[in-house]
């Protein structure tokens, strides 16, 4: 693993190894559009250890044989939607590369990508936010808690077979998980209950890749009002019922810190 970083402000897990280890790769975990998750074994020289997630973001122009070599399964599509990658610091030509779909745009995205989730589960996890803990970048993706145990990874929320009590449980957990990250101007941007896990009592927001902030994405309103509906409906069957429009003025208000008039005179539409 390589360029090791930790968040500032809010301390690491205690469970967290950091000195004199060894990662030991322990198997796939979850195979997705644009990457695949792996289990990691985190073995410390003192005998303890500690199970962790690698994220690793597959090649979008693989070789012959590359993929297998490298672990995955198969080849991938990475997502170049200028919708997100509004707010990124591009260079004109970067920028045209991007939105026309080149392979040069995908690569740029590709490297994106990574560095983008592992930079803001670092900020939702200072922020408070209820986010596996961010432990590295690593070069092709990022190392990251692992939520579950030796027998299995937690369960998504959709398929979790809640209880109500447990379902409203999950309802405030998320609503307090929202507010801290637009505390912080983030979005999720693919809110859905198929990238909440639940363990334990505790639910967890995945998959950060495509998320923007508010300050520097103009359809940043746009997202945070098509997650808040995604998430709605499911939550209503298991009666666990929340107000989108007040959340939703609530949340613009943390994200662009102050009140939300202004920008809720301009219609919502659903991206």
């Known amino acids: 693993m390589s360029l090791h970083l930790l968040a500032d402000e809010r301390p690491a897990p205690p469970w967290l190894i950091t000195h004199s280890y060894e990662d030991r790769d322990a198997g796939v975990l979850k195979s997705g559009k644009e990457a695949e998750v792996f289990l990691v074994e985190r073995v410390g020289d003192d005998g303890s250890s500690c199970l962790l997630a690698h994220k690793r973001y597959r090649p979008r122009y693989p070789k012959k044989g590359e993929l297998e070599a490298l672990g995955f399964s ?12 509004a707010g990124w610091a591009l260079k004109t030509r970067d920028r045209k590369a991007l939105e026309q779909n080149s392979k040069f745009g995908h690569e740029l995205a590709a490297a994106a990508w990574p560095a983008l989730e592992f930079e803001t589960l670092d900020k939702a996890w200072t922020a408070g936010a209820s986010v596996p803990f961010a432990v590295e970048l690593t070069e092709d993706g990022v190392l990251m808690e692992y939520i579950g145990d030796a ?18 449980a999950a309802r405030d957990q998320l609503l307090d ?10 979005v999720h941007g693919d809110l859905s209950v198929y990238n909440m896990l639940w363990w334990h009592g505790r639910l967890v927001v995945i998959d950060f890749p495509q998320a923007v902030d508010s300050f520097n994405n103009p359809h940043a309103p746009d997202l945070l009002y098509r997650d808040l509906h995604n998430v709605h409906d499911w939550f209503v069957r ?23 008039a202004d920008i809720l005179r301009k219609p919502r539409r659903r991206l």
Do not use: C, M
């Open 74 to 85: 198969k080849g991938t599509i990475y997502r170049a939607d200028s919708v997100y990658s």
């Open 151 to 168: 027998s299995g990874a937690a369960p998504r929320v959709a398929s979790a077979h809640l209880s109500t009590d447990e379902a409203r």
């Open 177 to 186: 998980t929202l507010r801290a990250l637009a505390g912080a101007h983030i």
């Open 238 to 260: 298991q009666r666990a019922d929340f107000d989108v429009e007040q959340l939703f003025v609530e949340l613009i208000e943390l994200l662009f810190n102050g009140p939300a």
